[in-house]
Nanobody
Framework: QVNVIESGGGTVQAGGSLRLSCAVSGGASSGHAMAWFRQVPGLEREFVAGISRSGETTIYADSAKGRCTISRETAKNTVKLQMISLKPEGTATYYC???????????????????WGQGIQVFVSS
């Protein structure tokens, strides 16, 4: 059984920084391509950033470029999302997701992921 667990959310002032972490347990020894999504009530889940199974390839939503950095610690099967210069519109529930073990690269669509965390709340105050 693959478990995805997020941590690091909370409240931050506009302009501040926050780092989210995601740990995968029970997964393939070769790792999983992974991504972060976010969702606001009433809206669709939105892609933020993704990283390949090896960690060599990353992709970002246009809104995240320059302000978010995704990275992984392969040995720990952990992925981090560093966010800087946060804005109030960044307030959302952030989800970490992992693809099936045969997938090498991250995807931008939520239906490309087999495993999801419970979500973690990020609140950016103005």
């Amino acid at each position: 059984q693959v478990n995805v667990i997020e941590s690091g959310g909370g409240t931050v002032q506009a302009g501040g920084s926050l780092r989210l972490s995601c740990a995968v347990s029970g997964g393939a020894s070769s790792g999983h391509a992974m991504a972060w999504f976010r969702q606001v009530p009433g809206l669709e889940r939105e892609f933020v950033a993704g990283i390949s199974r090896s960690g060599e390839t990353t992709i970002y939503a246009d809104s995240a470029k320059g302000r978010c950095t995704i990275s992984r610690e392969t040995a720990k099967n952990t992925v981090k999302l560093q966010m800087i210069s946060l804005k109030p519109e960044g307030t959302a529930t952030y989800y970490c997701a992992a693809r099936g073990s045969s997938m090498i690269f991250a995807a931008r669509r939520p239906d490309g992921y087999d495993y999801w965390g419970q979500g973690i709340q990020v609140f950016v105050s103005s």
